[in-house]
């Protein structure tokens, strides 16, 4: 989920090529989808409610694929307050004419029934197990393949799922539950309502053969976990211990758990995880006998940053992904302590490398993203993740944490962008950080240095001269030196700045030092070749 930009500008928009429909909001949808064991369409009725924020506006449209060989949506009809509504469904656009055009911020709900086969969106096939599920994989724009939506995540809606499926399976979806009825034909029917308004993406069911585990409370949050029957023992095992700890921790640093429940839950059809909101998905071989620790505080992460505070744009998807990445390191750092965090972040920074080779001319920011396929570059994990920790290194701890704070809480169950997320940092900093942004997140590549350094007894001087190397405009690299006197001494820190691409520096000590190193600390985004003279 990520991309590139020119400038980090307010007034300069770059965004995705998704069409967006100036004065459309919309504000609710309730899903009734029926499922069956005799075949794979799915029978809907969508109650969509939309709020018109301009003067004028006699139709809209709704994000729904089109029904080409036998995969797709057939829409049967649309209504409004009891009333036909004309439509037209065709190239995945379910357009509809009002007759009357809206009051200035009406809301009016349109009910829409439809049916066919997802072809994708929703997995319908097997498990590990060989038994049959159901499973809600919308990521990034798949919501349209069987939900009519308007299927970006610039616009955020409350949701519920209201699902009839044989009585054999349990459903889990987004929010609490609020209905569980047999309905005496072998057929159950759940119904789960998401008060919280979340992206399109982020809505999810889970329809199996479950084993439901409730752990209880964390920080007030019920806890959940739901695994195959068959892993009724490993689940728990698996999510429980490291999901209670992560809330707990992002519940403390950042702000509160911005859902109704959390559910941690063994899916088919995908790996790793997706991290819907309040119904996270997990690949079903994540599940083992022993905890999954980094995976689980990657997806946990998300609540916050992704889905409560969610990028405004494909071409931003770092805001997400970034986030999530170095919040597990920071998850690492708080209970595995320092030694496990830079370890990690040493294997991110190899990780960035190999994938700059692979990748050139790719940037953290995508540039008006064109191709879905793309908004997975894997740089928006690993750079996104050590563009934050610089920016932490760079600004410090606390301003960092007091920064992460307020932007989780203003634009909590809304919308940002990197200038929004700039800004703050700025205002806790009290530094302009746009050549920063501009340097780590637009740019491809990172920085190359060479240098020496020598011990001048006659001035007792420490000289060091370094060069940026490689083609492109140099980096501003403000990081530390440390400088060991001898193997019994604590390192001494010193902060320097590269502003230019040959730099001198001269650090004033008293005797020869054994060792002198480039960012002891491991703060920076480099490779280095730095040797004695």
Sequence with gaps: MLLRALLLVAAVAVHDPYTRQPGIDAIHYAFQITLSDTSDQIDGTASVEI????????SFWLDLTSDVAGKGMTVAGVWSNGAPVQFDHRSDRLSMTLGVAPAVDEHRTF???????PGAGLFIGKNKFGERVFMGLN???????????????????TSEFIVTAPSTYQVVANGLLVEETDLGDGRRRTHWKQAVPISSWLNAIGVAQFAVHYAGLVNGIPLQTWAYY????RGPATFELPARRAVEFFSEHVGPYPYEKLANVQSAGMGGGTEHASVIFY?????GDRPATNLVAHEIAHQWFGDAVTESDWDEVWLSEGFATYFTLLYNEHFDGRDAFVAGLRRSREQVFALEKRLPGKAVLHDNLADMKDVLNNLIYQ??????????????????????????????DRNATTADFR?????HSGRDLRWFFDQWLTRPGHPVLQGTWHFDSATKRIVIDLASVGAGDFYRLPFEIGILADSTSPMRVERIEMTQRQQHFELSADRAPTSVTLDPGTWLLFEARFVPM
Excluded: C, N
């Design 283 to 287: 690949g079903e071989t994540s599940v």
């Design 111 to 117: 009910v829409i029934r439809y049916r066919g086969i």
């Design 51 to 58: 709020r018109f924020a301009q003067p004028a506006l006699r």
């Design 230 to 233: 068959q892993d009724s023992a």
């Design 423 to 427: 800004r703050i940092m700025e205002q």
């Design 139 to 157: 990521w990034p724009d798949k919501a349209r393949q069987w939900l009519p939506m308007i299927d970006h995540p610039s616009d955020k809606a």
């Design 383 to 412: 750079k996104g993740g050590w563009t934050l920790h610089m920016l932490r290194g760079l600004i410090g701890t606390e301003p960092f944490w007091a920064g992460i704070r307020d932007y989780y809480h203003q634009y909590r």
